[in-house]
């Protein structure tokens, strides 16, 4: 396990992980996250045994960009662009695939994805194809780690490399939200003020 800073080289550091399968603990403007790539599903096998998360429970999507989700044929509604504008920001939007054909085989007809207010992750995504599979970097039941100090406490000397980036700015997880047609359904209340109703 290394510990880089999310500099330059941090960022490169990150990249040759993640893009050789392995999982790395990376900042985000929420909380710090345990991160893979969805090319490689040991990897993403791996996040599950280190965070001790039920198999059941799926694991979102960080997007560089809303053409990356859009790039690996997922849907972005009406209702959907609406909710858009809080991206870059703490709101994981659970999206539809559109088309048979993704990019990535590994992903689901259903998934979760977010654009992370942070130019460093973003910066990553982007070296990693646009999305990675990340979840908080804690113990599941746990505090969501704000700092690299409590994410290689819980979760991080299990992973290849930890980015210490300093405190997270929002210190609180996103808010999941259910797009289906026409219809949003708040699942989980977060970074992010959003209403069934919106």
């Known amino acids: 396990m ?23 603990v990376i900042p985000t403007d929420t909380v ?4 893979a790539h ?4 040991e990897a993403v096998d791996r996040l599950y045994t280190i965070k001790g998360r039920e198999a059941k429970k799926p694991i979102a999507l ?34 539809s695939k559109s088309t048979l054909n993704s990019q990535l085989s590994t992903l689901n007809s259903a998934e979760g994805f977010r654009v992370p207010d942070h130019d460093w992750t ?16 804690n113990l599941s039941g746990q505090r969501a ?11 991080g000397l299990s992973a290849d490399i930890v980015v210490d980036d300093g405190i997270s700015p929002g210190g609180v997880p996103s808010t999941v ?19 069934d109703s919106e």
């Open 2 to 24: 290394r510990i880089v800073k999310s500099d330059e080289e941090g960022l490169e550091a990150a990249a040759k992980v993640l893009l050789a399968g392995g999982v790395a």
């Open 32 to 35: 710090y996250g345990l991160a």
């Open 177 to 195: 939200v259910k797009v289906d047609g026409g219809h949003i359904e708040v699942l989980r209340l977060g970074a992010c003020r959003i209403s």
């Open 122 to 137: 973003r910066r990553l995504l982007a070296k990693c194809g646009g999305l990675l599979r990340v979840t908080s970097a």
């Open 62 to 95: 960080l997007a560089a960009d809303v053409e990356a989700v859009e790039r690996f044929g997922f849907r972005i509604t009406d209702k959907a662009l609406e909710l858009v504008k809080h991206w870059p920001g703490g709101l994981t939007l659970i999206l």
């Open 145 to 155: 780690a704000t700092d690299a100090p409590a994410a290689l406490a819980d979760v």
């Open 38 to 41: 969805p090319d490689f599903p």
